[in-house]
Nanobody, 127 residues
Framework: QVQLVESGGGFVQPGGSLRLSCAAS????????IGWFRQAPGKEREGVSY????????YYSESVKGRFTISRDSAKNTVYLQMTSLKPEDTAVYYC????????????????????WGDGTPVTVSS
């Protein structure tokens, strides 16, 4: 079964850290661009970061640059999003997804497949 499942979200105080995981099964995610998106209550979905399936290069939105780090463990078939110096405005449901020619959303010059994989993992940053 082809799946992409997020985990690792939770509740954290401002300034804290979390590591999100995006685990793939049924396909090798190292051959795909893997992106992280987030959607906060009442706000539009936004791209956060991606890692290239071509050369492993990374891309970050301005809002998280310098605080978040995306990485890939091909042996575990998992992409991670290490989040540090978390702020209340980082509160959202975080989703991972793959690039696709059929994707409906653009981020970082790449078209992404949205509303297809998992239900995301919620992150709440609050004191």
């Amino acid at each position: 079964q082809v799946q992409l499942v997020e985990s690792g979200g939770g509740f954290v105080q401002p300034g804290g850290s979390l590591r999100l995981s995006c685990a793939a099964s049924g396909f090798q995610l190292r051959y795909y661009h893997i992106g992280w998106f987030r959607q906060a209550p009442g706000k539009e979905r936004e791209g956060v970061s991606y890692i290239s399936g071509t050369d492993g290069s990374t891309y970050y939105s301005e809002s998280v640059k310098g605080r978040f780090t995306i990485s890939r463990d091909s042996a575990k078939n998992t992409v991670y999003l290490q989040m540090t110096s978390l702020k209340p405005e980082d509160t959202a449901v975080y989703y991972c997804t793959t690039d696709s020619e059929y994707g409906t959303e653009w981020f970082g010059g790449i078209r992404w497949l949205m509303d297809y994989w998992g239900d995301g993992t919620p992150v709440t940053v609050s004191s």
